[in-house]
């Protein structure tokens, strides 16, 4: 970059009075962050805040606008800014709708047509852009450009450019990184950290109407209507594309529950099933000569078979003690478990308490939104408020169980336990249904079977049957 003595004055001094921050940081999705910005402060700062102002008219590009509109809160005093400067008139985007009056989402006054540049502090997802950028549009706006002060380089100017809206950032934060080291404001230990913090996490994307944005394309489409395969781009979870990937080349949607209780059953299981599932989900507390070795061979099959480690663990504690249930005791399940089922019953300190047990892995967890089981307590607003804990943790949650469909959202997967060819229920209160209407009817990506397999007379002919019949509804869903 070219070097640019007003940007990097305005970096030190955001430095020098608290905006740029390095330590250890829980973001607003649980993710663990080696720096925070916070550019809220700058109002105590005239002087500074009209560098920043300056700076972001100046990458703006000299274009013609009737208005300028900040995105709230951060964005609303550097418009301001911007707008005394320039004569430029601003445009007011309410945070929430008015419950009296006029209950106008926008404050100022516009014509249908008019052009208007969004300003932002800073962009990881773009969502909150996209957000304010669709109230105007809605008002029949002309928006297309955003300048944003800092781009973390979390993929939000791809989200957005597939949207059709250009952002331009006054500074990336690999650019931000240099200027700091250059002016020995920190040490290369702590650019290093922040680099490689920014390349783990370098993907994010939009979620709008409840469906995902494609990067790629402008395409909206539904979970239900859409193919394993091209749901892997929805998707920045890992686990959750690697899983979608095995789907589509084994051909199978079927989870084995693999409810027996000693090592050798277990590991025979998964031999005679590994080549027709796509999760082996375990209880791994039922079996009683439980050990290392037993993960360690597992691990090995999952390998031979292309198969994805699940255990059904089911945590459902405060944060402090699922952290140390998934990554300690005997069965330190956050080692070998590549995804995990969480209750939404405890708020979303369950999935923060999770993530910080992982260490570097790619892990991920499905959260029980509905029970098979008769009278289960899972209300509507219980899997609603599910739903919503997952669209803010989508690093980590990559879907539910569920009895039905409940998010149409093609990054989430639903996994279906109580399913049989046959029975109906079981004495203790398991509700059963087949194959094909886990699929169509509720709604179900990936089947769970667990006696309907591992009590057949051969257990690899009846996963087979199973696998082709899930498979097989699949298939008419999406045609
Ligand atoms: P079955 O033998 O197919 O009934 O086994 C179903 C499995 O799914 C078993 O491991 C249960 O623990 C698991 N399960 C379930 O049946 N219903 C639920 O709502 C949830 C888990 Br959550």
Redesign the pocket.
């Known amino acids: 970059m070219a070097d640019n003595p007003a940007l990097e004055q305005c970096l030190i001094d955001l430095h020098k009075i608290g905006v740029i921050k390095f330590g250890d940081f829980t973001l607003k999705s649980g993710m663990q962050s080696p720096v925070y910005f916070d550019l809220r402060i700058i109002v105590s700062f005239p002087k500074i805040l009209e560098k920043v102002a300056d700076l972001m008219w100046a990458s703006a590009g000299g274009k013609e606008y009737h208005h300028i509109c900040g995105v709230p809160y951060t964005g609303l005093p550097i418009a301001t800014c911007i707008s005394l400067k320039k004569d430029l008139p601003m445009l007011v985007r309410r945070k929430e709708k008015k419950s009296y009056g006029t209950k106008k989402m926008v404050e100022g006054i516009y014509k249908a047509g008019e052009k208007c540049l969004m300003i932002e502090d800073v962009v990881v997802s773009g969502a909150s852009v996209y957000e304010t950028v669709l109230t105007l549009q809605e008002l029949e706006l002309d928006v297309t450009d955003a300048v944003v002060f800092l781009d973390r380089e979390q993929g939000g100017p791809a989200n957005l450019h597939a949207l059709g809206i250009n952002v331009i950032a006054v500074v990336t934060i690999t650019e931000m990184m240099a200027i700091l080291l250059k002016h020995s404001r920190i040490n290369q230990a702590t650019a290093d950290s922040v680099i490689e913090f920014i390349n783990c996490h370098n993907e994010t994307s939009i979620v709008a109407d409840g469906k995902a944005t494609f990067r790629k394309t402008l395409v909206q489409k539904n979970r239900t209507e859409m193919s394993f395969g091209s749901r892997i781009q929805t998707t920045v979870h890992p686990v959750a594309q690697k899983l979608l990937a095995l789907m589509v080349k084994k051909k199978s949607n079927l989870c084995v529950?693999?409810?027996v209780d000693t090592s050798a059953k277990l590991l025979e299981l998964a031999e005679k099933v590994g080549p027709f599932i796509c999760l082996f989900?375990t209880?791994m507390d039922i079996i009683k000569d439980f050990s290392k070795s037993t993960i360690s061979s597992l691990k090995d099959l999952a390998v031979k078979h292309d198969f994805i480690l699940f255990e059904?663990r089911?945590f459902g504690d405060i944060g402090n003690t699922v952290a140390s249930q998934y990554g300690g005791g005997l069965y330190d399940v956050v080692d070998w478990a590549d995804i995990v089922?969480v209750h939404g019953l405890p708020g979303d300190g369950v999935i923060k308490g999770l993530v910080s047990a992982v260490n570097g892995q790619a892990r991920g967890c499905m959260i029980?939104a509905?029970?098979?089981?008769e009278g289960?307590l899972?209300s509507e607003s219980y899997s609603k408020a599910c739903v919503e804990m997952a669209e803010d943790h989508t690093y980590f949650v990559m879907g539910f169980?569920s009895?039905g469909n409940i998010s149409q959202d093609p990054r989430f997967l639903h996994l279906t336990?109580?399913?049989?060819i046959e029975?109906a229920a079981?004495k203790l209160g398991?509700q059963?249904c087949s194959p094909r209407s886990a699929v169509l009817d509720k709604g179900a990506d990936i089947i769970?079977?667990?006696?309907?397999?591992?009590?057949a007379e051969d257990p690899a002919l009846a996963a087979q049957a199973y696998q082709e019949k899930a498979y097989a509804a699949y298939v008419t869903r999406i045609e």
């Open positions: 529950a693999a409810d989900k209880h059904d089911q089922t029980v509905q029970m098979s089981s289960s899972t169980i009895q336990p109580g399913v049989q029975g079981d398991q059963y769970i079977v667990g006696r309907g397999i591992i009590q």
